[in-house]
C-alpha cells in the first residue's frame, strides 16, 4: 500500500492539530519491529494522527523508519523534527448498529392549565420531559418506573 500523498496546505492542518499531542508509541534500540508496527496501526486506528518517538541518533535511520512506516501503513508522513515522527492517517467510518433496548430520548410537551371561571383562555407551558419521565394527570412531571412483575410469576415462567 503505498503512502497517502497531502497537499501542503493539508500537511500544514495536521502539523498545526498535532501541535498539542504527546508520543503515543517509542521505537526503542530494537528498532521497527513487527510488535511496534502492530502498536503504530493500532494507534492509527485508534486516533488517526499519532507522534512516535525514536530513540536513535541517526537521522537517515529516522527518516527510514518514516518513509517505511508510512507505506507499510498506508499513512501520509506529516512531519520528521528531531526525534518526533508524526504520522496521519484518515479514519475509518464505522457503521452504527441500531440499538434494540434504546429508550425515548427528550421531548418537548405542552400542558394546557384552564382557567376556574372559564372566561379566560387557557394558559400554555412548554415542558422538556426526558425520556424517563411522565407527565401525570395534574400536569406534574413524574419518572416513569417499569412494571415490576411478581416474584412468583418469574419463578414460574
Not at 3 to 25: D, F, G, M, N, Y
Not at 62 to 79: C, F, T, V, Y
Not at 90 to 111: C, F, H, Q, T, Y
Not at 127 to 152: D, F, M, P, Y
Amino acid at each position: 500500500m503505498p503512502a497517502i500523498e497531502l497537499t501542503p496546505a493539508q500537511r500544514k492542518e495536521q502539523r498545526s492539530a498535532a501541535h498539542h499531542l504527546h508520543p503515543v508509541v517509542m521505537i526503542g534500540g530494537d528498532g521497527l519491529t513487527p510488535a511496534v508496527v502492530k502498536e503504530i496501526d493500532l494507534a492509527l486506528n485508534v486516533h488517526g494522527l499519532i507522534k512516535v518517538r525514536v530513540f536513535s541518533d541517526d537521522r537517515a535511520a529516522r527518516e527510514g523508519m518514516l518513509a517505511k512506516l508510512s507505506h507499510d501503513l498506508n499513512a501520509a508522513p506529516i512531519q520528521h523534527i528531531g526525534k518526533l515522527l508524526l504520522l496521519w492517517r484518515p479514519p475509518v467510518a464505522k457503521e452504527k448498529a441500531e440499538r434494540d433496548d434504546r429508550m425515548r430520548g427528550p421531548r418537548v410537551v405542552k400542558i394546557l392549565k384552564f382557567s376556574k371561571s372559564g372566561n379566560h383562555r387557557p394558559q400554555v407551558k412548554k415542558i422538556k420531559v426526558l425520556g424517563n419521565e411522565r407527565i401525570a394527570a395534574g400536569g406534574q412531571v413524574k419518572r416513569a418506573h417499569k412494571r415490576v412483575t411478581s416474584v412468583k410469576k418469574t419463578q414460574t415462567s
